[in-house]
């Protein structure tokens, strides 16, 4: 059974960066069935995606943050890696990371879905 | 960006009920690349339909999906106590790949 874990610090200073990672186990991050990513939620509000990566190290990000952020693959350690640059007060979340199923459509690989998540990690941006 | 609006925001209903959650898309969603979620209070999102209509691993057959093009919907039939919930749609873009949900549709025990 998959399981998927997020570890990082709780609380991070405006404009500083911030590093998470997810550790994945009970399945292999080399897989090409999936993608792993990041999803975060501020307190009382809704879902946003902020990127994923797949194992050989392509990557897709929210075109709004990416300038922002890096995410990274270890498959050696079955863990990926988010790094958020400049956080402010507006980066004050949950943080899930979660594996991304896929489909094949018309022949090619579609990975469009999340179908394990953490349990996540509430990251406070605060001096 | 492909803008999802869930309606209604909050659904007040009854154990035993049937709950109908709609989701709209802003454009057309591409190959019914359309997934729903719940979120029970503290917890992580928990997949239950992908493919507009297809029901992910362990999820009670009292849920369904429906839907293509820009109208979707999630039906749970006879709801159980576990049930009440939030629940989210979600699409996927290919062209650049992203991803984004919708609000949020709230169901609490009337």
């Known amino acids: 059974q998959v399981e998927l874990q997020e570890s990082g610090p709780g609380l991070v200073k405006p404009s500083e960066t911030l590093s998470l990672t997810c550790t994945v186990s009970g399945d292999s991050i080399s897989s090409s069935d999936y993608y792993w990513g990041w999803i975060r939620q501020p307190p009382g509000k809704g879902l946003e995606w902020i990127g994923n990566i797949y194992f050989t190290g392509h990557t897709n990000y929210k075109p709004s943050l990416e300038s922002r952020v890096t995410i990274s693959v270890d498959t050696s350690r079955t863990q990926f890696s988010l790094r958020m640059f400049s956080l402010t007060a507006a980066d004050t979340a949950v943080y899930y990371c979660?594996?991304?199923?896929?489909?094949?459509?018309?022949?090619?690989?579609?990975?469009?879905?999340?179908?394990?998540w953490g349990k996540g990690t509430t990251v406070t941006v605060s001096s | 960006e492909i803008v999802l609006t869930q309606s209604p925001g909050t659904l007040s209903l009854s154990p035993g009920e049937g709950a109908t959650l709609s989701c709209r898309a802003s454009?057309?969603?591409?190959?019914?690349?359309l997934a729903w979620y719940q979120q029970r209070p503290g917890q992580a999102p928990r997949l239950l339909i992908y493919?507009?209509?297809s029901r992910a691993t362990g999820i009670p057959d009292r849920f369904s999906g429906s839907g293509s093009g820009t109208d979707f919907t999630l039906t749970i039939s006879r709801l159980e106590p576990e049930d009440f919930a939030v629940y989210y749609c979600?699409?996927?873009?290919?062209?650049?790949?992203?991803?984004?949900f919708g609000q949020g549709t709230k169901l609490e025990i009337k």
């Open positions: 493919g507009a209509s």
């Open positions: 979600q699409q996927y873009d290919s062209s650049p790949p992203t991803y984004t």
């Open positions: 454009q057309s969603v591409s190959s019914n690349f």
């Open positions: 979660a594996r991304f199923g896929r489909e094949a459509v018309g022949g090619y690989y579609f990975y469009y879905y999340m179908d394990v």
